[in-house]
Every structure is written in structure tokens, then in C-alpha cells.
């Protein structure tokens, strides 16, 4: 891959960060890790060409993707518990 592909997905990584430095409902701070996660999985199998890589990739995906519905699991936990839109701005 060419050096402007990496650069492109650690600029959306660190955007992903800040979307989730400014969050203040759910859906952003669900949305904001797995934008920062989905570039993470890019750049762990940036080097296709290696096996280790490969591997570390599919492990990490898989951890992740566990962990993701983990945390849906209880955000519709805590949505359904509020009976509202749940916003953290005061």
C-alpha cells in the first residue's frame, strides 16, 4: 500500500478519537470507537504480506466485533431502562 492509504486511515483513526471526545448521546459514542476500531483493523493488516500480520488482524476483528456487540447489548439495556433518548449534556 502506498504511504497516502496509511496516512488516510490514521487521519480517520485520530477523527474517530475526537468524535468521541465531543460525544454526548449513545449512537455518537458507538459510532466514534467503531470508526476508530474499523481504521485500527486496517492498519494492524497493513502488511499483507506478512503471516503474523495476518493472523493478528483476524484475531483482533474477531475480539473486536465480540466486544462491539457486547456494548450494544448494553447500551439497548441502558436506552431501554431511561425510556428516552439518553443525552449527556447538562
Do not use: Q
Request: net charge positive; with cysteine.
Amino acid at each position: 500500500m502506498a504511504i497516502t492509504e496509511f496516512l488516510l486511515f490514521v487521519l480517520t483513526t485520530t477523527l474517530g478519537g475526537m468524535f468521541l471526545c465531543g460525544a454526548n448521546d449513545l449512537i455518537t459514542i458507538f459510532v466514534a470507537p467503531e470508526c476508530f476500531s474499523l481504521c485500527s483493523y486496517l492498519l494492524s493488516g497493513y502488511t499483507k504480506k506478512y503471516v503474523r500480520s495476518n493472523e493478528a488482524t483476524m484475531k483482533y476483528l474477531l475480539m473486536g466485533g465480540a466486544s462491539s456487540s457486547i456494548l450494544v447489548h448494553g447500551f439497548s439495556w441502558i436506552h431501554g431502562s431511561s425510556g428516552e433518548r439518553l443525552s449527556f449534556k447538562k
